[in-house]
């Protein structure tokens, strides 16, 4: 005769005749994650480089939504103008192993372009909101800066021109993150209607470049990148650089930094 066979109920012990518990079935849980894990939404990025060969390639890729790995994508918005030797050329045209006119003199070689769509309606994340672009408009800076309207990303950084930096930072020229100018008057926070894509571009070294008659930097992931990134997540960032071995390949800034902060103090003063 087949033996029949008795299932327990999960967490239940199974007695035998004695009444002394024979064995347990132990409740199994599907794994959780901690709390002091939140869940790192991701989203797509597209690379284009210049191999060590001289060929131009490209890659779609999955990465964290996270600042540091955005604002590496998020600094030109379409029709932007890029000073090269043959004239200014759109940022949606340039490709890498073309020419740019830097602002300290020299000719710099593009040797990586980032882009990405703009979340224009906060889906990219729960609770995101929709990402913002910022209208410079024309002759903001002086007679063409920029000309015409310049559309940037929140990744953007402009040249800060200020004696009182001199006590603060040992220079008179810093960078500072293009929201900051937002007044809204002459530099406008938008939401665009339509889906809009950005970009940032890598040259040999660390660069100002004059976009629209506007001074704003290259693609340099900064002097505190390498605590922004726990090791988890520095490969993920880096194999969006694949021209590169490692964060020390950026190279040295040409300029300091200023955040937010820096700016509201540097008023103070």
Known sequence: MRQAHTVADPGLSHHDRSGQPAWTVRRTRPYERPADQPTVMRRSYDIQWLAANGDIRDAALSAPALPVFEAAFNAFARGALIPTPMGPVAIEDLLPGDQVEAVE???????????MQIDTGGTRAQDAKPERLYRITADTFGLGRP??????????RYLYRAQALKSYLGTTQALAPVPSLVDGVSVIEVTPMSSVRSYHIGLSQHRLIRVNGVELESYHPGTTASRQLPSELRAQFMALFPHLDGLGAFGAMSYPRLSPTDLIMLDKA
Do not use: E
Request: hydrophobic letters at 45%.
């Open 105 to 115: 003199g020299d000719v710099q070689t593009v040797r990586w372009i980032g882009s």
């Open 147 to 156: 000309s015409p309207d310049l559309m940037l990303g929140a990744g953007a």
